[in-house]
């Protein structure tokens, strides 16, 4: 996901830093296909790169949106996004003015803006109060332009040419803005507003007030995002915080409650609770987590399924989701134009102008060589954590297919190892989870042949093939079952043999397309660990390693250590930290059984979310050392709430536990479990077995951990292990 302002290097479309949206300035609301980025008065604002504006299906709708109070802008008193992500709240006040001659001093005029975001609409009320002893005459307008720019506009691609925008024009209470694209598609961006303006006149209404003193003036007004000729009924603004607060408490209900003994740890949790519930879309298959805001703001497959991994004992109907989702959307034929194969998990699906005259390949993208094992693996986990036959008897043709494309695709030059090269003439030159041109490199910095073979997509391979096995047994297939185990066995060991490197002591990152090895220290081979391809004797110098100076900053495990000829902590992937390979790095520390470095890392993160606006894992930030005294040092294009990155803390959690749910065996086991000092004990509320819930209690004891049974099914079994 490398293209947030596109560069164009050899024809390929890269990030630049100069698309920089994330400042303080700025605050972010999102309900499935619509978003919006305002600034920290309300409103929206066309300065800097020029990237704030309400969102939907890949366009943006209102590039302008302002409030004056008497021709002012009005001062800033506080600016807030409420805990459940629902509603920015906004509170202004009067400058000094002068009316008829009359000082109004400043802060005599309270301006209150509640502000939320339900799919398609915008709704906002502004409320004014006079608190001065004497009545004013008050003018508030309401100035709104729209650009109706694709996204990818936005962030930085020219375009020959474009659609056209109609005259902006009232009919009764509402002020409609509306543009056809080259795809002849009409959008309409409908202010309405209540009570009827007094004026209006160049895409401006006005309100002419007289408030006495303590006299409040309530202004509403909703914008309606239309597409073609859909004809969404518009409600009002009750009926539709209604509908969005009984989403949000039926989505919060899908996720397991986790509280501790420390309040900011439990506030990590619960926002990370609320992005993730703001992220996740309801489709016809499922309930999908969106990649992130502003500008993943729609499905992507690898985030999708990482995400539904990371939160798979908390919330298995996430997984559910994302499994079927995927299973709907799976390549079936060739087609080169999109890197698309049969069998192949998609890389990310969008809507917008640009995309629907393919100008960008983006609709169904398939440039991803990860994705494809992933999607399998999550299967066999989802299995193992419900029970639920059903759901992989549905997708065990989808499973088989992705099997064959590993087999039949995913291994270009027959070496064994699955490889990517992008046959897309603007898609992804690099299509592992690094995917910015320059993140496969040499030990002389100079970047990698394809076809590139990642050392954790080898990983990610194996996992599939052992899971894939025990499924195959589910569906009644010993032969299959025999044969994919057999070939995970050969896998690892050719693998362990071919990319372990002695005198790093460590993966390297990749083979190139001469069959070169990539000898860079890089937390890829960390995530080795989680899929359980690293042979026993090399975890713990695997381990030392990624707990080195090099690659541990104090935060986190950087993306590529500090020595290496591309390092730069302030680049997008080579040297960055991201919280998602972090957590899945952990976990795989935890599975090999270093607990002390899981809590090490587990506590960098914790730190650096206390640092951090809202306590919210942003997509990444700079790697560099963890200064006294001082937070993580931002990455400016990152996305923020990021699915993958909010869902980190639950893993964490699963890491410092070793919980393993196996719904086969009906038992919940813990392998060695341990709480840091920060964490005295940990209660788990509703966590799902089956159609029952349990609930349990962890307390941290003078050498262990003890585990406290509240309610369970009848018939599941709490093991520990010590």
Known sequence: MDYQRFLKVDDKYYISTNSTYADD?????????????????????????EVQGLYHEGTRFLSALEIRLNGERPLLLSSSIKEENEVLSVDLTNPEYSDNGTIVHQGMLHISRKKFIQHGACFETIQLTNYDTQTHAITLTVTAHADFKDIF???????????????CYMEKDTMILSYRGLDKVERKTEITFSPHPDTFGNQQVEYRITLAPQQTYDVEYSIQLRTGDELTKAISHDEAMQKLTQQL?????????????????NHWINRSKTDLVSLLTDTPHGKYPYAGVPWYNTVFGRDGILTAYETLWVAPEIARGVLNFIAQTQAQTSNPARDAEPGKVFHEIRGGEMVALNELPFGHYYGTVDATPLFVMLAGAYYQRTGDKTTIRQIWPNIKSALQWIDTYGDIDGDGFVEYQHKSENGLTNQGWKDSFDSVMHEDGTLAKPPIALCEVQGYVYAAKVQAAQLALIM????????LNQEATSLKQKFNQSFWDKKFQTFILALDGDQLPCRVKSSNAGQCLFTGIVEEELAHPLANTLMSEDMFSGWGIRTLGIREARYNPMSYHNGSIWPHDVALIAYGLSQYGFQKEAQRITAGLFDAALFLDLQRLPELFCGFDRRPGEGPTAYPVACSPQAWSVASVFLLLQSLLNLRIDALSRRITFHWPTLPDYLEHIRIERLQLGSEYATLEMHRQAYDVGIQVIDKPNDWEIVICK
């Not at 408490?249 to 740890?265: G, H, L, M």
């Not at 009644?476 to 044969?483: A, F, G, I, P, R």
């Open 153 to 167: 506009e936005v962030r930085g691609m020219k375009r020959a040419k474009r659609g056209k925008s109609d005259a």
């Open 249 to 265: 408490q039926d989505t919060r209900a899908i996720i397991t409650t986790v509280q501790t003994s420390n309040e900011q740890f």
């Open 25 to 49: 300035r700025t605050r972010v609301l999102n309900d499935s296909d619509t978003f919006g980025v305002f600034d920290r008065w309300g409103d929206i604002q066309p300065i800097g790169q």
């Open 476 to 483: 009644s297939d010993k032969k299959l079952s025999h044969q």
